[in-house]
């Protein structure tokens, strides 16, 4: 799997633990796309992506899965209604390499089959929320394998919003629940300008607490020794 320079400096940003997991909050999408190989996206397994659609109608969908949104292996119609939070999962069997996104009780669910061999190998999940001017989108009460991550995902008034669940062993198997609610005023965006990405794959690890600690006092060091010239000078 393919690990750029860039990919590491991506992930120091402080994390937190819950858990068996750490949360990481990432600031951008190259920074996102840096850490699954850069450009491309090399190191993604699958996708899973809600989207606002045209809300149930026939000339688009509001779930897919695959490798890649532009081209996804499934999808399914859900009708969204504003201001409503829904209730979600994705699992995936370790077994049978199959992946399973589906919106509440009884509603749609697609599924994939991620290919043998290198797509199979990931460790890591990132969360990708995208808001148009006028709508939001949330993603609270989220939990892996039934251990809450206390952290939302949401974006508004044309933002977006990036977070990071590093694990290690998530092709073993696991189950991610949560809740979705898509919001807005006037008009209905459409497709993709209300959404929100669920994406595995493989990641450089995060750095343990010691080497923040070396790099603040390496920073430390420098900025004595650049002082200490100016003061000389």
């Known amino acids: ?5 860039l990919a590491v400096a991506a992930c120091l940003a402080a994390p937190w633990s819950a858990s068996a997991f750490t949360l990481v909050d990432v600031p951008t999408d190259a920074a996102l796309t840096a850490l699954l190989g850069g450009a491309g996206e090399p190191n993604l397994s699958f996708v899973a992506e809600g989207r606002i659609g045209d809300r149930g109608g026939a000339a688009t969908h509001e779930l897919n899965i695959g490798i890649s949104t532009g081209s996804p ?10 201001n409503q939070p829904i209730g979600f ?5 370790g077994t049978t390499r199959q992946a399973q996104f589906a919106f509440g009780s009884g509603t749609p669910a697609v599924a994939f089959i991620v290919p043998a061999g290198p797509r199979a190998s990931f460790t ?17 009460e989220l939990a892996l394998d039934g251990v809450a991550f206390g952290q939302n995902v949401g974006a508004s008034g044309g933002g977006l919003d990036f977070l990071r669940v590093a694990d290690g062993a998530l092709d073993d198997g696991f189950t991610l629940t949560g809740r979705a609610t898509l919001s807005w005023t006037g008009a209905a965006p459409t497709n993709s300008s209300l959404a929100f990405q669920i994406k595995l794959g493989d990641a450089p690890p995060i750095p343990e607490p010691s080497t923040y600690a070396l790099m603040l006092a390496g920073l430390a060091a420098l900025g004595f020794a650049a002082r200490r010239r100016r003061a000389a000078v």
Not at 124 to 137: I, K, L, P
């Open 1 to 5: 799997k393919i690990v750029p320079a």
């Open 73 to 82: 292996a499934d999808t399914d119609q859900f009708a969204w209604a504003s």
């Open 89 to 93: 999962s994705l699992t995936y069997d």
């Open 124 to 140: 890591d999940m990132f969360f990708r929320a995208r808001s148009s001017a006028t709508s939001s989108v949330l993603l609270s």
